[in-house]
C-alpha cells in the first residue's frame, strides 16, 4: 500500500511540489510506492479556484503524513489555516525548505523537524517511516547521543 503524502504549499511554489513528485516518479526517493496530493487535485477548486474546504479536509485527513513547502511566499498564505485541522487530527507533518530562499518559517511550523529539499532525505523519511520509526527526531537524537559517546571515549 502506497504512502499517502499531502504536499502543502503556496501556488506560487508549485514547481517544488512537483519536483518532489518527479523524483518519487524516477526512483529517486527510493523504491517506497508513494501518492501525492494537494490542494491542486482534481475535485478539491471550484471551477473559479476556490478551495472546497470538506474535500481538502478529505485530502489532509487521508494522508500518513503532510510536507510543508516553505519559501518566500508562506508567511500570510491561506493554507496555513488548515494547520489546525492537520493538528487535531494528529496528522504527521514535516517541513521542507525551498533551496536558497530564507522565508521565515510560520510560527505554527516552528516545532516540526525540516526536512532537507533533496531526493535522499526524503528516501531517507520514507525508510524511517517503512522501519517503524515515527520520526527522524528519533533518529536525530539518537545521533546525538553517539556524538556525545564518541566525543566522551574521544576526551578520556
Given amino acids: ?4 503524502i499531502f504536499v502543502s504549499y503556496a501556488s ?5 511540489a512537483k519536483k518532489i513528485q518527479k523524483w518519487s516518479k524516477r526512483g529517486k526517493i527510493g523504491t517506497y ?3 501525492f496530493s494537494s490542494s491542486e487535485d482534481e475535485g478539491v477548486r471550484t471551477k473559479k479556484g476556490r478551495v472546497i474546504k470538506p474535500k481538502l479536509e478529505k485530502k489532509i485527513k487521508e494522508a500518513d503524513f503532510i510536507i510543508v513547502i516553505i519559501g518566500k ?3 500570510e498564505h491561506p493554507w496555513q489555516r488548515y494547520e489546525d485541522f ?4 494528529n496528522i504527521t507533518r514535516y517541513y521542507t525548505r525551498i533551496p536558497y530562499t530564507d522565508g521565515e518559517l510560520p510560527e505554527k511550523l516552528n516545532h516540526l523537524q525540516q526536512i532537507a529539499f533533496n531526493p535522499n532525505a526524503f528516501e531517507k523519511l520514507l525508510r524511517l517511516k517503512e522501519e517503524g520509526i515515527a520520526s527522524p527526531v528519533m533518529v536525530q537524537n539518537k545521533k546525538n547521543k553517539l556524538n556525545k559517546q564518541e566525543n566522551s571515549e574521544v576526551e578520556e
Avoid: G, R, T
Fill in 33 to 35: 510506492p508513494v501518492a
Fill in 86 to 89: 492537520a493538528v487535531e487530527h
Fill in 73 to 75: 511566499n508562506n508567511q
Fill in 1 to 4: 500500500m502506497p504512502y499517502n
Fill in 12 to 16: 506560487a511554489d508549485k514547481f517544488y
